[in-house]
């Protein structure tokens, strides 16, 4: 390694703030990219971008809010250009498994001239605790626009020990990885996991997309983000993910995380924990 920095963007997120931890555990120099960070990253915002890519070699990125939303193409162009043009070489991008959209984002980045690596990772573990999906587990009921559609729901340590090798490894240049846990479960199934290791009832209900979309509308949720959510739970989830892959052992020598290895360990935090 060199005296560069490891530039992680969403360096503060799911994936991307563990992949900053296993990289400082190895000695290895990071700038986080976020918009809290010092020099501030903002995908949204060009004038920030110079700044985080200075004395940077390599980059871990992670595009917000996701590679789906409408513009991600053209931005992952312009930033993957800007990052050669500085001398930055080693790119690897989080994409996701079964978009096209984010398959046109990775075709953008690859046109750069980078040495990359593609990650394609299914739905996270983590969207249960960590993501939109935690508070309906905390309720105690969850409510989507899913019933028998299976996904090979994956850890985000998984995805973060993978793209920790794709950084320091030459040896990823050029693949795309698609990463999913060991097995396919319907979004039922992991509610009934996590109620099982948490003991408690939660209950889990299919709902029409629509009245969803409308629900999150009336939280709150801003539209792009309501839009998006549409988008995956209609045209991501309709069984096209619904298989299993040998990547996570291919790069890594062991079979990924067990999704109630997950739900185990997860409950012992008490996040799922009903508030007093």
């Known amino acids: 390694m060199t005296d560069k920095l490891t530039l992680v963007l969403g360096g503060t997120g799911k994936t991307g703030r563990r992949v900053a931890a ?3 555990e190895r000695g290895v120099a990071v700038r986080i990219g976020a918009r809290s960070a010092s020099p ?4 949204t915002d060009e004038a920030t971008w110079a700044t985080a890519l200075a004395n940077v070699d390599r980059i871990y990125v992670c595009f917000q809010p996701d590679l789906a939303v409408p513009g991600s193409v053209e931005i992952i ?18 994409s996701g498994r079964g978009e096209d959209e984010a398959e046109a ?13 593609i ?24 409510f989507l626009p899913t019933d028998e559609v299976t996904e090979p729901f994956i850890s985000c340590d998984d995805i973060a020990d993978v793209a920790v090798a794709a950084l320091l490894d030459e040896g990823h240049v050029g693949q795309v990885y698609s990463l999913t846990g060991p097995r396919l479960m319907t979004f039922a199934d992991a509610v009934a996991e996590i109620a099982a290791a948490a003991n408690r009832r939660i209950s889990y209900q299919s709902v029409p997309v629509d009245d969803f979309a409308a629900q999150l509308k009336a939280d709150g949720v801003p539209d ?17 993910n619904s298989s299993v892959t040998s990547d996570v052992e291919r790069v890594l020598g062991r079979r990924p995380r067990d999704f109630a290895t997950y739900a185990r360990e ?4 008490g996040v799922w924990s009903i508030a007093a």
């Open 22 to 24: 296993r990289l400082q």
């Open 40 to 43: 501030s990253f903002d995908w």
């Open 77 to 94: 162009a312009k930033f993957s250009r800007l990052a050669v043009d500085a001398g930055i070489k080693r790119l690897v991008l989080l």
């Open 105 to 117: 984002a990775e075709r953008a980045l690859q046109a750069s001239g980078a040495d990359c690596t």
């Open 119 to 142: 990650i394609r990772a299914s739905w996270f573990f983590e969207n249960f605790s960590e993501g939109f999906l935690a508070d309906g587990i905390v309720s105690g009921s969850v």
């Open 224 to 240: 792009d983000y309501v839009e998006l959510i549409r988008y995956l739970f209609t045209s991501v989830l309709d069984g096209r």
């Open 266 to 269: 997860t409950a012992a935090t």
